[in-house]
């Protein structure tokens, strides 16, 4: 045993390793991404990253098969990708252990949208347990395996991100080396046709039962009774915010929040003067206790963001608990597409084309902000060929072009199924693939068109082109994205065919490349102030004396799409073969 400062995502990385886990996959979403990143460094794990969700825990769900303990991970809405197995793997149950990771976000830190994952996990009927540290994150991951092989069931371990990404002391232990049995067919335990499914239906109610006993039996679920004035019952991170702003108030921390353990609940309640419960996004509890005709006190705690001490605080009336204001005077820094991005020069050519975009989400998504403005739609990941389709066939564009663009890392994702949609059903929208060799909004994690896996071998080299070639596509082109003029003659091209059209971007995220040309600098005297080159969007050009243009030399990386929209010759490069004599 040792003790260690450990976010929760090493944590629960810890706690697998420490159960024997021999398999775990994953697509990355931030916050749950480093939970791979850390098992993929473990002796002993086979860890990979899976084109999306879906594949990951049927990927897992294959080795728990196989005997061996498995883990998924993913962030919330990557839960709404795999719920098609997640609901019947709660019937099928399990061989070896198997956890399922979902690391939710309050307050949208960086998703598209706010989800409670505590609700899947009554809809799917799966026990779940909910970390409200590191320490918890740890010792649950480890026991979750247990419970899963005790209650032939999946089980879900739901973080949210000031877990995820939180630091507390964790004590670690060894691994145990735990293979279950080999693979034996039970065809009516895994074949879930109706007359088998049925049976697992009632199969399951009866876990459901056995699951209710661990909860109320759960080492996780600590009541804690301080003045009994006020009693509250939480879990996970609330826990932690609860402590601090209401030090004096008794507790209930439920450790397993599906089945909840109602005995544990009623006495707890019983014992108490006023009961409250404190919880972060859906009143998932609130409704429950609600349900077993508990007194439970509405304190008008917001569903919507993320809790606080402060909010707890302001909600019972009570002094805020203190706080220091750290950082204060650091400089605004929204997010933008970086300085030498190549997805930059696809927008600006879009956006000249007057076309509709229909995004997706990668960090192209930022090219919605302004200047650049060129963004119609954004809603999840592979949305983007389904949508331009259905646009496109619906004639409401009118003769503007309808394109759809989206990363190579969610072309994998989701791409794949709408781009084969679209060509079956005669479309004829152009789907642009972002192929900068990485999934780079997550930070920079491989996939299946970089050659490279999780464990860092190296997978085969499959081309974007061949697979859009082979799924129907007629059209399909490659450009460098920081040749503005060649990527603006193909997307006119690709936009003009009467049918689907494909039009590859490739060049590596320039956070990949190590080396980058001298920095470019403007010539006042014969900068024009047009503006052209500031309404690219890069973080390196702004607008200076007389609103010419100057680019900040140490973040220019010299990709030269500026020079190429400046009519005037005026963008010049520095250092020895610099031009002009350095007036700025
Ligand atoms: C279902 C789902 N899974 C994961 C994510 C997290 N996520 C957002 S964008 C992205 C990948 C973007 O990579 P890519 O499409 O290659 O674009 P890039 O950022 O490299 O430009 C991921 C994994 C998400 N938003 N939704």
């Known amino acids: 045993m040792s003790h260690t400062l450990l976010s929760g995502n090493e944590a629960i990385a810890h706690g697998a390793w420490e159960a024997g886990v021999l398999v775990a996959a994953a697509y990355p979403g931030t916050p ?6 850390n098992l993929a460094r473990m002796e002993g794990v086979h860890a990979e990253w899976a084109t999306n969700e879906k594949v990951a825990f049927e990927v897992a769900a294959g080795a728990s ?3 061996a303990r498995s883990l998924v991970a993913m962030k919330h809405v990557g839960l709404n990708v795999a719920a098609d197995p997640l609901f019947t793997i709660a019937y099928t149950g399990v061989g070896a252990g198997l956890v399922v990771v979902v690391a939710d976000d309050p307050g949208m830190h960086s998703s598209q949208n706010e989800q409670d994952t505590r609700n899947y996990a009554a809809f799917a009927r799966i026990p779940m347990l909910e970390p409200s540290d590191s320490s918890e994150a740890r010792a649950m991951a480890l026991a979750a395996f247990e419970l899963s092989e005790r209650l032939d069931m999946p089980v879900l371990l739901r973080s949210t991100t000031r877990l995820s990404h939180g630091k507390s002391l964790v004590e670690t232990g060894e691994r145990q080396e735990c293979r279950g049995p080999a693979y034996v067919k039970r065809a009516p335990k895994y074949v879930m046709m109706p007359g088998n499914a049925r049976r697992r239906r009632i199969d399951l109610e009866e876990r459901l ?6 909860s109320e039996r759960s080492p996780f679920t600590v009541a804690e009774m301080r003045d009994t004035a006020v009693g509250v019952i939480t ?7 609860v402590r601090e702003a ?4 008794s507790t209930l921390k439920l450790g397993m929040t599906f089945p909840l353990p109602e005995q544990k609940i009623r006495a707890f309640a019983a014992a108490v003067e006023r009961l409250v419960v404190v919880e972060e996004l859906d009143p998932y509890l609130t409704s429950r206790l609600l349900a077993l005709g508990l007194p439970v006190e509405d304190v008008g705690l917001s569903h919507i963001g993320e809790l606080s001490p402060g909010a707890i605080a302001a909600a019972f009336g009570v002094e805020p608990p203190e706080t220091r204001e750290i950082f204060t005077d650091l400089p605004p820094r929204p997010p933008m597409l970086c300085a030498g991005c190549p997805h930059r020069g696809v927008f600006h050519a879009l956006h000249k084309m007057d076309a509709v975009i229909i995004g997706d989400i990668g960090c192209y998504t930022l090219a919605s902000l302004p200047p650049l403005s060129a963004m119609d739609t954004c809603v999840c990941m592979g949305a983007s060929i389904g949508m331009a389709h259905g646009l496109e066939r619906s004639g409401g564009a009118g003769e503007r072009p309808v394109v759809a663009v989206l990363g190579d890392s969610t072309f994998a994702h989701s791409g794949l199924t709408g781009l084969l949609d679209a060509v079956y059903n005669g479309g004829a929208s152009t789907v642009v693939v972002l192929d900068n060799r990485i999934t780079a909004m997550t930070g920079h994690q491989d996939n299946p068109f970089t050659g490279r896996t999780l464990m860092g071998e190296t997978a085969p080299d499959v081309d974007i082109v061949a697979v859009c070639t082979a799924l129907g596509v007629a059209d ?3 450009v460098d994205p920081n040749l503005l003029r060649p990527t603006e003659k193909a997307l006119r091209a690709a936009v003009a065919a009467p049918h689907v059209s494909v039009v590859v971007t490739r060049a590596p995220c320039v956070l990949l490349t190590k080396e980058h040309p001298d920095p470019f600098a403007v010539d006042e005297e014969a900068c024009t102030a047009c503006g052209e080159c500031v309404r ?3 973080p390196a050009i702004s607008r200076g004396r007389d609103s010419k243009a100057v680019i900040d030399t140490t973040q220019c990386v010299g990709c030269r799409q500026c020079v190429q929209v400046c009519k005037y010759g005026a963008i010049v490069r520095t250092g020895p073969s610099c031009d002009f004599k350095g007036r700025s």
């Open 65 to 67: 098969l196989g005997g």
């Open 246 to 249: 209401l030090p004096e108030a």
């Open 476 to 478: 399909v082109s490659v």
């Open 32 to 37: 749950s991404t480093e939970i791979l990143e």
């Open 235 to 241: 879990s996970g991170v609330a826990y932690q915010f």
């Open 209 to 214: 039962r056995k699951a209710a006993d661990e």
């Open 536 to 538: 690219m969007g890069c």
